[in-house]
């Protein structure tokens, strides 16, 4: 089974300030046939559903501010938010969709300092 | 559009089989690569993907849950429907169905983009 481990497990930001996320994967989410990273990243808040922010590692979705922005290759990937807005905060998970298990990261939660 | 919204109980006793709803819109089992899946997520714990269906009648189940999971849908009413036999406390949390992403330029899956509200199930005697 693959392993999703993030970190930190959770992480206090300035308004406007940056914000960066760790995912590290046990094996590798690239996938051979259209050399792409299946990893995503999502935004939950309380009360709320996932929702979805970056899809094959880095793809922003439909929506979402550019102030998101996902990278990283193989096994080791983040999540940047650049300046962070009252309104980002929240828990945010990376999940693997190479494997049948699709696994979720354990999550980051993201305070304002 | 797509929107998706659970429906089922909320409350469970021990050993019962536990049936959840899924009705969706916006979209259609008739089209290739649509794939509708259910997600719990125990309270303060990480999402955990439960099942998945596809258009083609494809079904996937979480390994450790197989024998107790059961997905399927109705393409008339566009529903899916997940049943979990013998529930236990452990099995409380939240029940989400979602819509997964299908990337036509490669023929290849991708991640739950919409999501339902999702549905509070509680497990206890």
């Known amino acids: 089974d693959i392993v999703m481990t993030q970190s930190p497990d959770s992480l206090a930001v300035s308004l406007g300030e940056r914000a960066t996320i760790k995912c590290k994967s046990s094996q590798s989410l690239l996938y051979d046939s259209d050399n792409k990273n299946y990893l995503a990243w999502y935004q939950q808040k309380p009360g709320q559903p996932p929702r979805l922010l970056i899809y094959?590692?880095?793809t922003r979705e439909s929506g979402v501010p550019d102030r998101f922005s996902g990278s990283g290759f193989g096994t080791d990937f983040t999540l940047t938010i650049s300046r962070l807005q009252a309104e980002d905060v929240a828990v945010y998970y990376c999940q693997e969709y190479y494997s049948t298990l699709r696994t979720f990261g354990g999550g980051t939660k993201v305070e304002i300092k | 559009q797509i929107t998706l919204k659970e429906s089922g109980p909320t409350l469970v006793k021990p050993t019962q089989t536990l049936t959840l709803t899924c009705t969706f819109s916006?979209?259609?089992?008739?089209?290739?690569?649509?794939?509708v899946g259910w997600i719990r997520q125990p309270p303060g714990k990480a999402p955990e993907w439960l099942a998945l269906?596809?258009?083609?009648?494809?079904?996937r189940y979480r390994p450790s849950l197989k024998s107790r999971l059961t997905i399927t849908k109705d393409t008339s009413k566009n529903q899916v429907a997940l049943t979990m036999t013998n529930m236990t406390p452990a099995d409380t949390g939240t029940y989400y169905c979602a819509h997964r992403q299908y990337h036509a330029d490669s023929g290849t899956g991708g991640a739950f983009d919409i999501w339902g509200q999702g549905t509070v199930v509680t497990v206890s005697s």
């Open positions: 094959r590692a880095f």
């Open positions: 269906i596809y258009w083609d009648d494809d079904e």
């Open positions: 916006g979209f259609s089992f008739s089209t290739t690569g649509v794939g």
